[in-house]
C-alpha cells in the first residue's frame, strides 16, 4: 500500500494508520451493523460508547481536535457498507449539507431536505470550509474496494457547481486513499471526491464524521450525533 505524505491544510487530505486496533473495529462495526437494516449507508444517531470514540476525548475526535480545534465536535455521522450486492458510483462532487435540529429560514442555508428522517441543509461555503470529515475504516480499502479519490487543494475553490465537478477534479493532481482495518483518513469537508464501484468480494465499511468548530447562527444548531 502507498504510503501517504498530504497535508491537512495544503493538500486537503491526511492519512492517520492504526487509530483503533482492527479487533476493536470489528467489534464497532457488529454494533453498528443493526443501522443500515439492509441498507448500503445510513446516518446515524450513535450509542454513548461510539460518541465516547468521536468525541475529542476520543482517539477519532481527538484527529478533529488536531485539525479544527479544540473546540471541535462531530456533527453528523454516516456508516456506509459497500459490496459486490450493494454497490454504486460515486461521481465527482463536494458534500455539501449539513444536519440540523429543524429548519429555520436564515440567509445563505439552503436548499432544505430530509435525509434518514433527520433535517439537514446546505451552508454558505464559510461553514464548510471550516469542518473536517474523519472516514474510520472498517475493512481494508485497496484498489479493488472502492477507495476514494480526492482533487488534491480543491478544498480552497469554494463551491463548484456540480456540473462542473468533474472538469474541475481533472485540472488537479488526483490522490486515491488506501486504508487498513483501523485507518482514519481525514479531509478538509468540502473537497472534491469520488468514488467507483467495488470489483471485490470483500466488505467495505466506513463510519464518516463530519466534525465542527464553530456555532451555527441562531436560531440554527447543529443536530449531532448522540441518541440521547
Keep these: 500500500m502507498q504510503t501517504p505524505d498530504l497535508d491537512f491544510e495544503g493538500d486537503g487530505a491526511r492519512h492517520f494508520a492504526g487509530v483503533i486496533s482492527r479487533s476493536d473495529a470489528e467489534g464497532l462495526a457488529a454494533r453498528l451493523a443493526c443501522n443500515l ?24 475526535g481527538g484527529i478533529a481536535a488536531s485539525l479544527i480545534g479544540t473546540s471541535a465536535r462531530p456533527v453528523r455521522a454516516v456508516l456506509f457498507d459497500k459490496t459486490r450486492d450493494a454497490n454504486w458510483t460515486v461521481a465527482w462532487h463536494q458534500d455539501r449539507t449539513i444536519p440540523v ?29 471550516q469542518m473536517a470529515t474523519l472516514r474510520l475504516h472498517l475493512d481494508d480499502c485497496d484498489n479493488s474496494n472502492a477507495p476514494l479519490t480526492i482533487a488534491l487543494g480543491s478544498h480552497r475553490l469554494g463551491l463548484v457547481p456540480a456540473t462542473e465537478s468533474a472538469s474541475v477534479a481533472a485540472r488537479h493532481a488526483q490522490f486515491t486513499c488506501l486504508a487498513k482495518t483501523g485507518d482514519v483518513w481525514a479531509y478538509s469537508t468540502p473537497i472534491l471526491h469520488t468514488s467507483a464501484t467495488t470489483v471485490s468480494d470483500r466488505r467495505r465499511r466506513v463510519l464518516q464524521i ?4 464553530i456555532d451555527l447562527p441562531q436560531p440554527l444548531s447543529w443536530l449531532g450525533i448522540s441518541c440521547d
Excluded: I, Q
Design 37 to 60: 437494516n439492509g441498507m448500503p449507508g445510513r446516518r446515524l444517531l450513535v450509542e454513548p460508547d461510539v460518541e465516547a470514540l468521536l468525541s475529542v476525548a476520543g482517539s477519532v
Design 101 to 129: 435540529c429543524a429548519r429555520h429560514d436564515v440567509e445563505g442555508f439552503g436548499p432544505w431536505s430530509v435525509k434518514d428522517g433527520l433535517c439537514h441543509v446546505a451552508p454558505p461555503m464559510g461553514v464548510l470550509e
Design 210 to 213: 463530519d466534525y465542527a468548530a
